[in-house]
């Protein structure tokens, strides 16, 4: 495949998820609000109002763009995953996948992986993080546009989770749960230079991508291993910091209660867990567009996080000092304003007493 076509077809799709993102969002948003205004004599319940929007043309199209905009993306003819498939030894030559130094992931051919991550390709990228060696590329290259509207650089959203975690706090044992390609994991290295880090994820193809760019920075303190996260094999107490970002919605409800268990478990006496994922659903529009998405994009498995009844659940694994807020992704960003579709991100964090 020819770089340019590549880039040619995914410049398009990019366009045309953009134009789903801004306008067609903002016609569905402002259908619900008439609908609901109080002021208006026919306003109707939201429940009754989502319901009418789902009969809605627009609201279908937006439905049929949001599954086959990213189909297109990620396994069309000039898909993101069939590109760097096509690239594979070449890519996995230059990222060092052969190399046996100080930041080779340690993973395990054999390991095996659960049943509900092996079940359907989440994201609808075809094969999955773990078929293919490709994997980790085509993860990256996709994550770059999963909301437009965010830089592609990576950087915002998860150095703004990374600073509010940290708050004043100088932790020096951080476990970064279901890693990806260390996109979550970096910010953590670079606000902690002194830290020792672990990250760990299943997918051997993302932690050799990871491994990678903790070469590229020269950050021997981070170490990247194939675990899964509901259960390690680090020591009780090894961490004072227990962190995810991204990964609760994609497990099972059983398994984000293990992950939980687990978290304390690890964390040592006054250790901090901290996740960012979804929970808080302002409306029952901000609930048509998640469950949608969920359904759209193969991730069947998140509203688990959102009905979990959390501060129960937490506190009954015995951690205190538990916060669940809203989450900026970015600072010009208003929570208010209903401009654009975004996810709608929650941290949830606790302490294990001391
Ligand atoms: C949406 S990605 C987020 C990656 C990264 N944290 C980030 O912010 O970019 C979710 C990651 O969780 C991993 N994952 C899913 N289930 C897991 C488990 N039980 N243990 C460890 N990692 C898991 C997936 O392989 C994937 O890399």
């Given at each position: 495949m020819q770089d340019s076509n590549f880039r040619a077809a995914q410049a398009f799709l990019l366009g045309a998820k953009n134009f789903w993102t801004t306008s067609m969002y903002q016609e569905l948003r402002s259908q619900y609000e008439r609908r609901v205004d109080s002021r208006n004599a026919s306003s109707i319940e939201p429940r009754d109002a989502v319901a009418e929007i789902e009969q809605d043309v627009t609201y279908r199209f937006f439905a049929w763009l949001e599954r086959h905009l990213q189909?297109?993306?990620?396994?069309?003819?000039?898909?993101?995953?069939?590109?760097?498939?096509?690239?594979?030894?070449?890519?996995?030559?230059?990222?060092?996948?052969?190399?046996?130094?100080?930041?080779?992931?340690?993973?395990?051919?054999?390991?095996?992986?659960?049943?509900?991550?092996?079940?359907?390709?989440?994201?609808?990228?075809?094969?999955?993080?773990?078929?293919?060696?490709?994997?980790?590329?085509?993860?990256?290259?996709?994550?770059?546009?999963?909301?437009?509207?965010?830089?592609?650089?990576?950087?915002?959203?998860?150095?703004?989770?990374?600073?509010?975690?940290?708050?004043?706090?100088?932790?020096?044992?951080?476990?970064?749960?279901?890693?990806?390609?260390?996109?979550?994991?970096?910010?953590?290295?670079?606000?902690?230079?002194?830290?020792?880090?672990?990250?760990?994820?299943?997918?051997?193809?993302?932690?050799?991508?990871?491994?990678?760019?903790?070469?590229?920075?020269?950050?021997?303190?981070?170490?990247?291993?194939?675990?899964?996260?509901?259960?390690?094999?680090?020591d009780d107490e090894s961490f004072d910091l227990v962190t995810s970002t991204m990964l609760l919605h994609e497990l099972p409800v059983k398994s984000i209660l293990s992950l939980f268990e687990e978290s304390f478990r690890l964390l040592q006496p006054g250790g901090r867990m901290a996740h960012l994922d979804f929970h808080i659903l302002p409306d029952e529009f901000d609930r048509l567009m998640h469950y949608g998405h969920a359904r759209r994009n193969n991730e069947i498995f998140m509203p688990g996080i959102v009905e979990l009844d959390l501060p129960k659940t937490l506190t009954e694994i015995g951690f205190r000092d538990i916060s669940i807020e809203r989450f900026k992704e970015n600072e010009d960003m208003d929570l208010e304003t209903h401009d654009a579709w975004r996810f709608p991100w929650t941290t949830i964090s606790a302490s294990k007493p001391s």
């Amino acid at each position: 495949m020819q770089d340019s076509n590549f880039r040619a077809a995914q410049a398009f799709l990019l366009g045309a998820k953009n134009f789903w993102t801004t306008s067609m969002y903002q016609e569905l948003r402002s259908q619900y609000e008439r609908r609901v205004d109080s002021r208006n004599a026919s306003s109707i319940e939201p429940r009754d109002a989502v319901a009418e929007i789902e009969q809605d043309v627009t609201y279908r199209f937006f439905a049929w763009l949001e599954r086959h905009l990213q189909r297109m993306k990620y396994s069309s003819r000039y898909g993101i995953v069939p590109y760097h498939a096509a690239q594979r030894d070449r890519l996995m030559q230059e990222a060092g996948f052969a190399l046996n130094d100080e930041y080779t992931p340690t993973v395990d051919d054999k390991f095996p992986l659960p049943k509900y991550y092996k079940s359907m390709d989440v994201h609808q990228h075809e094969g999955g993080l773990w078929s293919d060696m490709s994997a980790g590329f085509a993860y990256e290259y996709g994550a770059r546009t999963t909301t437009p509207l965010i830089s592609d650089s990576h950087e915002d959203l998860h150095n703004r989770f990374t600073a509010l975690v940290a708050g004043d706090r100088d932790f020096k044992q951080i476990l970064d749960l279901g890693c990806g390609f260390g996109k979550s994991t970096r910010p953590f290295v670079n606000l902690f230079p002194g830290a020792r880090v672990e990250a760990v994820d299943l997918s051997a193809p993302c932690l050799y991508v990871a491994s990678h760019f903790a070469r590229q920075g020269q950050t021997p303190n981070v170490h990247y291993s194939q675990q899964d996260a509901r259960e390690t094999r680090f020591d009780d107490e090894s961490f004072d910091l227990v962190t995810s970002t991204m990964l609760l919605h994609e497990l099972p409800v059983k398994s984000i209660l293990s992950l939980f268990e687990e978290s304390f478990r690890l964390l040592q006496p006054g250790g901090r867990m901290a996740h960012l994922d979804f929970h808080i659903l302002p409306d029952e529009f901000d609930r048509l567009m998640h469950y949608g998405h969920a359904r759209r994009n193969n991730e069947i498995f998140m509203p688990g996080i959102v009905e979990l009844d959390l501060p129960k659940t937490l506190t009954e694994i015995g951690f205190r000092d538990i916060s669940i807020e809203r989450f900026k992704e970015n600072e010009d960003m208003d929570l208010e304003t209903h401009d654009a579709w975004r996810f709608p991100w929650t941290t949830i964090s606790a302490s294990k007493p001391s």
